[in-house]
């Protein structure tokens, strides 16, 4: 028989295991309630995250009113204020040339002389014909008095005498016919010399001693000299639509040229063509240059900068914050509740990296740069965490 003691097991009791299980359930319960309501923050900081994302970051500029007008630069060239190419009137031989170019001349002062035998001849026949006139006039007026003489003892009738008192008024008109034909040669035998026509420089000579010289312009005759006024010279400028009411006359520009980089004159319009070219958009301007330095040169070409006055009620946006779309040129801007409102606008002025705006925007607007694509009307934005820009580019 065994001598180890017995150990009878006790039975848990009821109320313990009661108390066990609903721990356990509560420890449980905790569990999954936690779990959940953490999936539930976690979904809900998604969303937020997420709607959050939808809503574009956007920069805001504000409109900037120019302070000075833009600058206008136009090519433009430069012509002689008086140009006379002079052709020759009388045909013959160049007998000689005082005149080379670049020659300062005086008005009246002698270029050339022509020879003109033939006109010599013609003046020389015109004489004659004068002095033949002369003396068949003599002698019908003395044939006239004899026999207005004869009239009062009624030798005569009086058609005899009216015959020869018609006869004397003839040779009388021949004379005169005579004498204006003369005048007429002696004239022409005056522009044997060729002279100046005003104070200027020869700026060309297309002659030379002995060349057959024809009388007229164009296909008949060829142009000798050319005598140019250089004291002023007219700037030829033609001018966009959009700018032509802003260049008035009176207004002042500065006239560059490439032969003295860095020398700036002073230019001032005198006249406009008050017209549009249908072919080029553009308007003719003219200026006076004062050259009594003589530096610049008349045919040569030269840059013309304007300074434009400052528009009213005109701001300057960057390019970047143009949208063109379906609905034509607009502006994103922001409204209340930081709402998007696009504004329709009208440019004056392209300046490459900003632009002038004309109408359609206000310097108090909040202009969205760079617009994100798909915005429309009444959508929402959020401000980019940098600071706001404070003026357009450029």
């Not at 045909?91 to 300062?104: Q, V």
């Not at 002279?195 to 057959?212: C, K, N, S």
């Not at 070219?277 to 009594?292: E, I, K, R």
């Not at 440019?347 to 740069?369: H, M, P």
């Amino acid at each position: 028989m065994s001598s180890e003691p017995i150990v009878t097991s006790q039975p848990v009791p009821r109320r313990r295991l009661v108390i066990i299980g609903v721990i356990g359930i509560a420890i449980a319960i905790t569990v999954v309630a936690a779990g959940v309501t953490l999936r539930a923050v976690d979904a809900r900081n998604l969303k937020s995250w997420t709607n959050a994302q939808t809503v574009p970051t956007v920069t805001v500029i504000h409109p900037v009113s120019a302070a000075n007008g833009p600058t206008l630069d136009l090519p433009s060239h430069l012509e002689a204020y008086s140009r006379a190419p002079i052709f020759a009137r009388v045909s013959g031989y160049l007998k000689s040339w005082d005149a080379e170019i670049g020659t300062p001349v005086k008005a009246g002062q002698l270029l050339a002389v022509i020879e003109s035998p033939e006109l010599d001849q013609q003046l020389l026949q015109a004489r004659a014909d004068l002095a033949s006139a002369q003396a068949n006039a003599a002698l019908a007026g003395t044939t006239a008095k004899r026999w207005q003489a004869l009239l009062g003892t009624d030798s005569v009738a009086q058609q005899e005498v009216d015959e020869r008192t018609g006869d004397y008024t003839a040779k009388k008109a021949a004379v005169a016919a005579a004498q204006a034909n003369v005048d007429r040669l002696l004239a022409t035998k005056g522009f044997e010399r060729i002279v100046a026509p005003f104070d200027g420089v020869v700026t060309a000579r297309d002659t030379d001693v002995g060349a057959l010289i024809n009388a007229g312009s164009g296909g008949a005759g060829q142009e000798l000299f050319v005598v140019s006024d250089v004291k002023r010279l007219r700037v030829y400028v033609q001018v966009p639509q959009s700018f032509a009411p802003d260049v008035r006359s009176g207004t002042t520009a500065t006239l560059t040229v490439p032969e003295y980089p860095g020398q700036r004159f002073t230019a001032r319009v005198v006249a406009s063509a008050d017209s549009v070219n249908a072919a080029s958009g553009t308007t003719l301007v003219q200026l006076l240059v004062d050259n009594s330095d003589g530096k610049l040169l008349p045919g040569g070409f030269a840059s013309l900068q304007f300074k434009l006055p400052v528009q009213q009620n005109a701001v300057r946006v960057p390019a970047s914050a143009l949208v063109f779309d379906a609905h034509g040129l607009r502006v994103a801007t922001l409204g209340a509740n930081n709402q998007v409102v696009f504004r329709t606008v009208t440019i004056n002025r392209d300046f490459g990296d900003s632009v002038e705006i004309g109408s359609g925007l206000d310097a108090t607007d909040r202009v969205i740069d760079t617009p994100p694509d798909g915005l429309v009307d009444g959508d929402r934005v959020q401000l980019a965490s940098s600071a706001t820009k404070g003026g357009a580019h450029g």
